[in-house]
């Protein structure tokens, strides 16, 4: 896999832009906060549109009274390990309900409502969790990992999450989110290659870009939190059982909820979806090497706090290795590079030897006041923003940028409303609703291109619907959650509860086409056939199969203790002895 080098990467993506009547021409670096207009040349332009999306929305199951499910995940849903469309994440109750990956974003919403209407009609008196922060009984025990039946890939995804457990705690596991899948169409590459008059191979040139695209979606992520964080407020539940020392830094709303007041999403803080373990180790994003080559360190080194615990204790695992990570997928990130897997391949693999296929964007939140989640003119901003942040210059980020992107992350996590918040960018303070309207201004020209041609102006709305809320903060999901609570006098824990038994009502009243119905039977079918075939299936013993996983690093460096500081071999953190 022929790898363009990161100075190579440098020239072609920090100062060469596809601007009309300016083919390779040198542009000035300067661009985050002025108001130069970006022109995508015309040739480009139709490439662009029909992007194909998808949606990863994932919703715990609860029963009446707002505790997670303990019953097993419904056979009438199928086998979590082998459907395509609805499978389990952590939790056996936590659902991952999955779209294709479509060119149409309303068809995509469509496809995702669907799934909602047959899964709402298969949980029996159980609901969906409308939030992203679980509420009710948030003890371990309260919490089943999930199960995925005998086989050695089963087993395997099991003892990961086992070793979640033992590593975080299951609190932190079940915080729901929404992926949003990216990519450009194919025949959009090619072209764009021509066009930046570069003469590697095709796979090299994508596999960069998408990187570059995926530093300015890292620079810029702190607008999307602002925009969709849902998470301002969590249960006391939930802060007795996450035990993070930044707990104290929220402040009391009633008796059962806390919250900040400024907060946007309190998932995406510290007290969130985060792992402590990684503010000591920094995985680039500077090129596909370098990200495959730190993900690989933090795959292969041992951690003296997950030795403690134990691989395998008593012949039982407790968790699938004692290194950093215990796979590529527990390290947490805004954006992912993707690749699809083949059977028993590793995603740094996958990574390596055919390059970046799409983008996952994680950091946005489940929007309480969407049935789905999310909303078509979410879907369209993101899309905007990903093609947006492919044109822009990045030359990369060293490890200053890299605090600057987090530090920006958690501000706006915490206090994104508040109206004196500045941040930083490349070590200038700015104002965030500066910042942000001259983002999206700049995102003009991109919206209008997505419109193509259509009179009611899609993208175009989506974006004024955005700019309205940095113009206007009530406006924003995580204001108005506050603001119900508020109004209603309703704790987060009620508020959630309501808007679960809303949208649950709402979906098993709506009707599913009889064709769609017919083809989920047949998914749901086909993958408890698959899963009964996996479980009978003679296959080598466990340890084997998990030695055969983890030899396909084999060929990669050694990693020798004296590349990290001391104080990275020995860190723990306090949940690994617990």
């Given at each position: 896999f022929n790898i363009l080098h990161a100075h190579l990467s440098a020239d072609l993506y920090s100062d060469h832009l596809p601007i009309a009547g300016n083919v390779?021409?040198?542009?000035?670096?300067?661009?985050?906060?002025?108001?130069?207009?970006?022109?995508?040349?015309?040739?480009?332009?139709?490439?662009?549109?029909?992007?194909?999306?998808?949606?990863?929305?994932?919703?715990?199951?609860?029963?009446?009274?707002?505790?997670?499910?303990?019953?097993?995940?419904?056979?009438?849903?199928?086998?979590?390990?082998?459907?395509?469309?609805?499978?389990?994440?952590?939790?056996?109750?936590?659902?991952?309900?999955?779209?294709?990956?479509?060119?149409?974003?309303?068809?995509?919403l469509s496809y995702l409502a669907d799934l909602h209407k047959y899964v709402c009609a298969n949980i029996n008196d159980e609901l969906l969790l409308a939030a992203s922060m679980p509420v009710g009984d948030l003890r371990d025990q309260a919490i089943p990992i999930a199960e995925y039946g005998s086989s050695n890939v089963g087993k395997m995804k099991h003892i990961y999450r086992q070793g979640l457990s033992y590593r975080y705690g299951r609190c932190m596991q079940v915080i729901a989110g929404i992926h949003f899948n990216y990519s450009l169409p194919e025949p959009f590459w090619p072209q764009y290659q021509?066009?930046?008059?570069?003469?590697?191979?095709?796979?090299?040139?994508?596999?960069?870009?998408?990187?570059?695209?995926?530093?300015?979606?890292?620079?810029?992520?702190?607008?999307?939190?602002?925009?969709?964080?849902?998470?301002?407020?969590?249960?006391k539940s939930f802060i007795a059982s996450r035990q993070s020392a930044h707990s104290r830094t929220l402040e009391k709303f009633d008796e059962t909820s806390y919250y900040k007041p400024y907060a946007t999403s309190l998932r995406m803080s510290e007290i969130g979806y985060l792992n402590p373990v990684q503010s000591v180790f920094h995985i680039s994003f500077n090129s596909i090497d370098d990200y495959i080559r730190d993900l690989r360190r933090a795959t292969t080194i041992s951690h003296l706090g997950y030795e403690r615990i134990g691989a395998k204790v008593d012949d039982q695992y407790r968790q699938l290795n004692t290194h950093f990570l215990q796979i590529e997928n527990e390290y947490y990130t805004s954006v992912r590079p993707k690749q699809p897997t083949r059977p028993n391949e590793r995603p740094l693999q996958a990574l390596g030897s055919r390059g970046i296929q799409y983008l996952e964007i994680r950091s946005v939140d489940v929007d309480m006041f969407e049935p789905t989640g999310i909303s078509i003119e979410t879907t369209r901003f993101l899309e905007a923003l990903s093609l947006f942040c492919l044109f822009q210059p990045n030359s990369g980020h060293d490890l200053k940028q890299h605090d600057e992107i987090s530090n920006n992350a958690l501000a706006v996590a915490n206090r994104g409303r508040d109206p004196k918040l500045k941040l930083l960018d490349n070590g200038h303070e700015v104002p965030l609703r500066q910042w942000a309207l001259?983002?999206?201004?700049?995102?003009?020209?991109?919206?209008?291109?997505?419109d193509n041609g259509n009179v009611?102006?899609?993208?175009?709305?989506?974006?004024?619907?955005?700019?309205?809320?940095?113009?206007?903060?009530?406006?924003?999901?995580?204001?108005?959650?506050?603001?119900?609570?508020?109004?209603?006098?309703?704790?987060?824990?009620?508020?959630?509860?309501?808007?679960?038994?809303?949208?649950?009502?709402?979906?098993?009243?709506?009707?599913?086409?009889?064709?769609?119905?017919?083809?989920?039977?047949?998914?749901?079918?086909?993958?408890?056939?698959q899963q009964k075939q996996l479980d009978a299936t003679n296959e080598i013993p466990f340890d084997k199969y998990l030695s055969n996983y983890f030899s396909q690093d084999a060929s990669a460096s050694i990693i020798h203790s004296q590349i990290l500081p001391k104080n990275l071999l020995d860190w723990k953190i306090e949940t690994a002895a617990q």
């Amino acid at each position: 896999f022929n790898i363009l080098h990161a100075h190579l990467s440098a020239d072609l993506y920090s100062d060469h832009l596809p601007i009309a009547g300016n083919v390779g021409g040198k542009m000035s670096r300067q661009f985050s906060c002025n108001n130069r207009i970006t022109t995508i040349n015309e040739s480009l332009q139709p490439l662009l549109i029909h992007g194909l999306k998808g949606i990863e929305k994932e919703s715990l199951r609860i029963n009446q009274e707002g505790s997670i499910s303990l019953l097993p995940h419904p056979s009438q849903l199928g086998a979590a390990l082998t459907h395509p469309n609805i499978t389990t994440d952590y939790s056996e109750a936590l659902l991952e309900l999955i779209t294709p990956a479509l060119s149409d974003g309303t068809e995509m919403l469509s496809y995702l409502a669907d799934l909602h209407k047959y899964v709402c009609a298969n949980i029996n008196d159980e609901l969906l969790l409308a939030a992203s922060m679980p509420v009710g009984d948030l003890r371990d025990q309260a919490i089943p990992i999930a199960e995925y039946g005998s086989s050695n890939v089963g087993k395997m995804k099991h003892i990961y999450r086992q070793g979640l457990s033992y590593r975080y705690g299951r609190c932190m596991q079940v915080i729901a989110g929404i992926h949003f899948n990216y990519s450009l169409p194919e025949p959009f590459w090619p072209q764009y290659q021509h066009f930046m008059k570069h003469t590697g191979d095709l796979q090299s040139f994508t596999t960069q870009a998408y990187m570059g695209m995926i530093r300015n979606l890292q620079r810029y992520g702190w607008l999307i939190l602002y925009l969709f964080g849902s998470s301002p407020a969590v249960a006391k539940s939930f802060i007795a059982s996450r035990q993070s020392a930044h707990s104290r830094t929220l402040e009391k709303f009633d008796e059962t909820s806390y919250y900040k007041p400024y907060a946007t999403s309190l998932r995406m803080s510290e007290i969130g979806y985060l792992n402590p373990v990684q503010s000591v180790f920094h995985i680039s994003f500077n090129s596909i090497d370098d990200y495959i080559r730190d993900l690989r360190r933090a795959t292969t080194i041992s951690h003296l706090g997950y030795e403690r615990i134990g691989a395998k204790v008593d012949d039982q695992y407790r968790q699938l290795n004692t290194h950093f990570l215990q796979i590529e997928n527990e390290y947490y990130t805004s954006v992912r590079p993707k690749q699809p897997t083949r059977p028993n391949e590793r995603p740094l693999q996958a990574l390596g030897s055919r390059g970046i296929q799409y983008l996952e964007i994680r950091s946005v939140d489940v929007d309480m006041f969407e049935p789905t989640g999310i909303s078509i003119e979410t879907t369209r901003f993101l899309e905007a923003l990903s093609l947006f942040c492919l044109f822009q210059p990045n030359s990369g980020h060293d490890l200053k940028q890299h605090d600057e992107i987090s530090n920006n992350a958690l501000a706006v996590a915490n206090r994104g409303r508040d109206p004196k918040l500045k941040l930083l960018d490349n070590g200038h303070e700015v104002p965030l609703r500066q910042w942000a309207l001259t983002l999206c201004e700049q995102m003009r020209e991109i919206c209008e291109i997505l419109d193509n041609g259509n009179v009611k102006t899609p993208y175009t709305h989506a974006l004024l619907q955005q700019i309205e809320k940095i113009h206007h903060p009530e406006l924003t999901a995580s204001a108005r959650m506050l603001s119900a609570m508020r109004t209603q006098k309703m704790s987060v824990t009620e508020l959630a509860l309501q808007k679960s038994h809303e949208y649950t009502r709402y979906f098993q009243k709506s009707a599913l086409d009889a064709a769609i119905k017919r083809n989920f039977d047949l998914q749901v079918k086909t993958s408890l056939a698959q899963q009964k075939q996996l479980d009978a299936t003679n296959e080598i013993p466990f340890d084997k199969y998990l030695s055969n996983y983890f030899s396909q690093d084999a060929s990669a460096s050694i990693i020798h203790s004296q590349i990290l500081p001391k104080n990275l071999l020995d860190w723990k953190i306090e949940t690994a002895a617990q």
